[in-house]
């Protein structure tokens, strides 16, 4: 909201106002689920980022003594796996690599996808039919089946696993850049720089990107337990995180292996997936609301 300072006469009346930001920020933290949302991730990002030391146990320590040791027990806090590992350790360790996939991958889909999709829609004409038309023809390829011939042809790393995702993720946020663009090729600011003489390429990074900043930030706090739920399914099948390594995906196939002699194998990295993915669908559904100019 904006105040309005009386002059006194023959002094002009200084208006001090909020920028849309500013607006959306204060409207962002008003949100108790967004709010909820943050403060979780942010407990969970430090969880998987310092937890890991603190535990003292690895990840991919064996010890034939504690071979399914129930929680609260011989020292593991959240019970140990078939091969005496220790579950807190590991539930870390699949943490971080869980959100790493989930960022980096979306990292990657988000610069591929904005270029393609904002050079598409503001180029139009035939670049943009074409531009479109590789994005339709991947589109129709399988995910599974184009994950299973990376992973046969370059064999299974984790470095793949960011290629893999990536590679399907940026195409709807190509879709979502474009369309955006199509509204703001023609806006009043965008003609104001073409008659000021800058190149489409300026024009593109520095008028047309900013200005898609919001869309593209909700669809990027959607976009990460999207790609971390891929991620699962894909070590769910045994294509993703191979062992001893561990991913979220990777502890809850094997806790669903071993479920009915050790619960806790399941049970623990399964809650764990749920408040990481609720954390960030009330993060963007709490920025969505916060940046739609419908509900100012």
Not at 166 to 192: C, D, N
Request: hydrophobic fraction near 55%; aromatic fraction near 8%.
């Amino acid at each position: 909201m904006s105040t309005i300072e009386i002059p006194a006469a023959g002094i002009p009346a200084v208006v001090h106002g909020r920028s849309l930001w500013d607006v959306a920020l204060r409207r962002l933290m008003r949100n108790r689920a967004a709010l909820t949302g943050m403060v979780i991730l942010c407990l969970l990002v430090l969880a998987a980022t310092f937890g890991p030391a603190l535990v003292p146990f690895t990840y991919d320590a064996v010890n034939k003594n504690d071979v399914w040791a129930p929680p609260l027990t011989q020292g593991h806090l959240l019970g140990a796996d078939a091969l005496g590992r220790d579950l807190l350790a590991r539930l870390l360790t699949g943490l971080q690599v869980s959100l790493m996939i989930g960022m980096v991958a979306t990292m990657v889909s988000l610069v591929i996808g904005v270029a393609w999709g904002a050079i598409a829609g503001y180029l139009g004409g035939v670049v943009d039919e074409v531009m479109m038309r590789i994005v339709d023809v991947l589109y129709a390829l399988p995910f599974i089946f184009f994950v299973i011939l990376l992973m046969v042809t370059f064999g299974s790393n984790i470095v793949l696993i960011f290629v893999a995702i990536g590679a399907v993720e940026w195409l709807t946020m190509s879709r979502i850049v474009r369309g955006q663009t199509l509204s703001l090729k023609h806006k009043e600011f965008i003609e104001a720089a073409r008659a000021a003489g800058l190149t489409q390429g300026a024009i593109i990074i520095r008028h047309i990107v900013p200005n898609l900043l919001g869309p593209v930030m909700v669809y990027v706090t959607l976009t990460i337990p999207a790609v971390i739920l891929a991620e699962s399914f894909l070590s769910f099948l045994g294509l993703g995180v191979q062992p001893p390594a561990a991913s979220l995906g990777t502890l809850i196939a094997g806790g669903a292996q071993d479920m009915e002699l050790a619960w806790w194998l399941l049970v623990f990295p399964a809650l764990t997936m749920v408040v990481t993915l609720m954390s960030f669908n009330f993060i963007g559904d709490g920025l969505r609301d916060a940046i739609d100019p419908k509900d100012r």
